[in-house]
């Protein structure tokens, strides 16, 4: 049986797919293509579970006539959208769509209203498959590193070889981003050395918070490694600090010990960090439910629409770094 799966974007999205991906292969015993976009391939490229990725830069139309080729007996889909409803109206060709909740999650976000189902998005992937006879095996996310790229060893100068804490201050949309003072506030007072992490468009952000540390020590990775790399010097982490972001995703996929920051969004979506449930203990979140504007919108803002940003600015530095020293003190994982 040869099966198209399909997840165009993003980051953590894909990230969170590979529970399927890994029970379709050992379960079943399918062909298994995987269809996203080019830019996320680093996410899949290395995983042995899919016999054959499938990538696209701008469009569908770029491997139309490839996907046509290879006769899918069936089209798993895991985004659901128009363009994933464009592919399945050209290929005609059996499919099963993964339910995306949207009436809920927007009477979540406009009446404040939370009839979402209490299992995590995973389980909810899972569910789709579930009549190939794919069930969750429990044993998490997956995310493969390329070995040819170096570990944090390689990637970290000396001083961070006995132990560090990845501080992941980027994110797509600004209220979801832990504010750089406060970040530079909770990373001075950490008792291990701090790697900032965050793709280019945080280096400057980074560089704020560096000269605003002045006892612990810190370097800002932001935009100096690729997502391969980003991801090697996560997995290497003592703890990861980090906003609702991919690279949380990646850290879980590791097994880390995680602290993860909530601003306007919320893990009621079903997208928190997701653990075995013998790790679930190394997993902290933070977040302030008192805020009733929470959640304002299902992804983020450029700046906080009632423009006070408690959900963040209530998040004190000393709570991050209380939290922090609880995870750094359980037994090594």
Known sequence: MKVLLVRFSSIG????????????????GVELHVLTFSRFSTVLENNPYIDRLITADHSIREVLPLL???????????????????????????????????????????????????????????????????????????YFLDPGQGGPEQLLPAGFHQGYIAFVIGGRYLTKIYPAPMVAEAADQLPLPVVLMGGPEDRERGEMICHAMHGNMVLNGCGNFSLGQSAAVVAGASLVITNDTGLMHIATAFGRKILSIWGNTVPAFGMGPYLPDQLVHYSTIMEMEGVTCRPSRKLGYPKCPRKHFNCMLMLSPENVVNAANDLLALPPL
């Open 13 to 28: 999205d894909i990230v969170l797919t590979t529970p399927v991906i890994r029970c379709l292969e050992e379960q079943t």
């Open 68 to 142: 046509r080729q290879n006769r899918y007996d069936l089209i798993i889909d895991l985004h659901r959208n128009v363009r994933t409803l464009s592919l399945k109206l050209k290929l005609r060709r059996p499919s099963i769509s993964f339910r995306k909740l949207n009436l809920r999650k927007y009477l979540l976000v406009n009446l404040k209203l939370n009839l979402m189902p209490e299992n995590h998005i995973v389980d909810r992937y899972m569910a789709t498959v579930i009549r190939l006879g794919a069930v969750n095996d429990g044993k998490g996310l997956d």
